[in-house]
């Protein structure tokens, strides 16, 4: 959408199923200022709408939805994307649960001498600690699994992959979105009950140029491990979630995420960082002081 409107395009719509937009990296309350953005910029943004059908009349193009119609010049579809593993089946790999082929932590499949990577391998998350099994297709989750089988070939099977923190990250009309861990709604689903805050902060000192940040912080009720982080806000966000990622993969504990240093200068920072802030609020949430 963002790249139609910088091209003079008018009229862009964008009908989203789900309730909200980036409904696997953000919760429905971060969400809520990107999807304000879009539609100041021009977007005609529809969610929780269910396309039932795309027709051709002439030269338009007609999206059917439960109530009304879209005409347009052209539809672009988005349906998200599946490993393809006929070749593996065929060879008599093991397929997980989540569709991408099954390793052990050196990557080698039910075969030893067959390693998988990238977008095709199944792998885990270590963000809560127990291993669920996931399937990220990032370029990064690419980069580190076909470094370490590298390795491995190499040296012989040495080195263990380490999972994944399932970060994710983008930009979409000035803001920078970026996660790692886990929504509400995947926490939800794999049963954990997890106490979250929102906290609004800066990247350096406004008249600096710095730019704003929301963040919200998830962590696990009872043990206070964090597993989840979300961010939207201006340039250095993503560094920003680079540093949780770290924390969120080695359950750093919030009191010690609380006092870490961090690089300080008035136009690189500020003394007291919006994550640390955001971290102190989940403290004081969660009861762990």
């Not at 393809?84 to 080698?108: C, K, S």
Request: hydrophobic share 40%.
């Amino acid at each position: 959408a963002e790249g139609l409107v910088e091209r003079g395009f008018e009229g862009v719509t964008v009908i989203e199923g789900e309730d909200h937009v980036l409904p696997r990296a953000l919760d429905p309350d971060m969400a809520a200022g990107l999807e304000d953005r879009i539609r100041d910029r021009g977007v005609d943004l529809r969610t929780g709408v269910r396309v039932r059908a795309v027709r051709t009349e002439g030269a338009e193009k007609v999206v059917a939805l439960p109530e009304g119609e879209v005409r347009a010049d052209f539809v672009l579809l988005a349906t998200g994307v599946r490993p393809r593993v006929e070749l593996a089946r065929a060879a008599g790999l093991e397929i997980g649960p989540t569709g991408g082929v099954a390793v052990d932590p050196f990557l080698r499949t039910r075969d030893p001498s067959v390693y998988a990577v990238g977008d095709c391998m199944e792998t885990w998350e270590r963000v809560t600690g127990q291993r669920h099994p996931v399937l990220p297709m990032l370029a990064s989750h690419t980069n580190r699994s076909g470094r370490l089988v590298a390795r491995n070939i190499h040296h012989g099977p040495r080195f263990e992959y380490p999972g994944t923190c399932l970060p994710f990250g983008i930009e979409l009309f000035g803001l920078t979105v970026a996660t790692c861990g886990l929504t509400g709604a995947l926490a939800e689903r794999w049963g954990l009950d997890t106490v979250a805050v929102r906290s609004r902060g800066v990247l350096a000192k406004p008249q600096l140029g710095g730019s704003r940040v929301e963040i919200k912080v998830r962590a696990l009720r009872a043990t206070g491990r964090v597993v989840g982080v979300q961010a939207v806000g201006g340039p250095g966000t993503a560094r920003l979630v680079d540093r949780a990622i770290l924390a969120v993969g080695e359950g750093v504990p919030p009191h010690r995420l609380s006092l870490t240093e961090t690089v300080y200068s008035p136009t690189l920072n500020v003394a007291y960082d919006a994550f640390t802030q955001a971290v102190d609020r989940l403290l004081l949430a969660g009861g762990w002081f």
